[in-house]
């Protein structure tokens, strides 16, 4: 099931986005805080099928984000469900 972010509230500091199914029906969030050279991701979903969904619309997201600041150091805290999703495979488990 395809899912797309729709920003709830977008500022230079901070984004939120809800993220959305097909039918319009919220299934997660996403928050970006931007902090001199760091950015730092949080998100949660809820329903467990769509989370290679969620990996594969989050990801570009951030690449194009970190285009702005090409020194930005990334840290991300990504869940679907109660598990944590990797961004890539170099990432720890914890």
């Avoid at 319009?24 to 949660?44: D, H, M, Q, R, S």
């Avoid at 194009?64 to 990334?74: H, N, R, S, T």
């Avoid at 869940?79 to 495979?89: F, Q």
Wanted: proline share 5%; net charge negative.
């Amino acid at each position: 099931m395809p899912i797309f972010f729709s920003p709830e509230v977008i500022t230079p500091e901070y984004q939120v986005l809800n993220v959305i199914d097909a039918k319009n029906k919220g299934v997660g969030n996403v928050a970006f805080l931007f902090a001199e050279k760091k950015l730092y991701v949080y998100g949660i979903l809820e329903e467990e099928e769509v989370g290679a969904d969620f990996r594969d619309l989050v990801t570009p997201y951030i690449k194009g984000l970190a285009k702005a600041k090409p020194d930005l150091d990334i840290l991300a805290c990504l869940y679907v469900g109660c598990k944590k999703i990797k961004l890539n495979e170099d990432e720890e488990e914890s």
